[in-house]
């Protein structure tokens, strides 16, 4: 099977099918945070409501509008958390895949040198997976403000 049949047929509906629930999930969201707002709207008409709630409630929707008003810190956040576990994952992949190819060149009887390149596989894929922890160690041991966050 040539490459260009394997990304129609495995890379191409995935990326359908995760475009389809990305905007099912958006749209769900906007529909709650539309309901929500009418409902805000809706008791701020009531004339019964007392000034003191009706302040409560103009306060709670300027928070909420500066709050979506920064969408791309919001992004950059689950940016950096997304970027943490695509580390984890591709770092864990890397470790048990060299460790595995290494062990299937073992039993199989290849030489060392063409086991070389699974081991070095295998450990880059350990460094990378301790990394952040040693880094976030390293940090909170040296005293940095920064650490203090975490």
């Given at each position: 099977?040539?490459d260009?049949?394997?990304?129609?047929?495995?890379?191409?509906?995935?990326?359908?099918?995760?475009?389809?629930?990305?905007?099912?999930?958006?749209?769900?969201?906007?529909?709650?945070?539309?309901?929500?707002?009418?409902?805000?709207?809706?008791?701020?008409?009531?004339?019964?409501?007392?000034d003191?709630?009706?302040?409560?409630?103009?306060?709670?929707?300027?928070?909420?509008?500066?709050?979506?008003?920064?969408?791309?810190?919001?992004?950059?956040?689950?940016?950096w958390?997304?970027?943490?576990?695509?580390?984890?994952?591709?770092?864990?992949?890397?470790?048990?895949?060299?460790?595995?190819?290494?062990?299937?060149?073992?039993?199989?009887?290849?030489?060392?040198?063409?086991?070389?390149?699974?081991?070095?596989?295998?450990?880059?894929?350990?460094?990378?997976?301790?990394?952040?922890?040693?880094?976030?160690?390293?940090?909170r041991?040296?005293?940095s403000?920064?650490?203090?966050?975490?």
């Amino acid at each position: 099977m040539r490459d260009e049949e394997v990304f129609l047929m495995v890379v191409l509906p995935g990326l359908c099918v995760g475009a389809a629930f990305l905007l099912s999930h958006s749209k769900r969201v906007h529909e709650q945070k539309m309901k929500r707002l009418e409902v805000l709207q809706e008791a701020l008409r009531h004339p019964s409501l007392g000034d003191d709630t009706r302040a409560d409630l103009v306060r709670l929707l300027s928070e909420e509008h500066r709050r979506e008003a920064k969408p791309l810190m919001r992004w950059v956040r689950s940016g950096w958390r997304l970027g943490h576990v695509l580390l984890l994952a591709v770092s864990w992949l890397l470790m048990v895949g060299g460790a595995a190819s290494w062990g299937i060149g073992r039993l199989s009887g290849w030489n060392s040198y063409s086991l070389q390149p699974s081991i070095y596989v295998a450990v880059a894929g350990f460094v990378l997976m301790t990394l952040p922890i040693a880094l976030r160690e390293m940090l909170r041991r040296s005293g940095s403000p920064s650490s203090a966050r975490q």
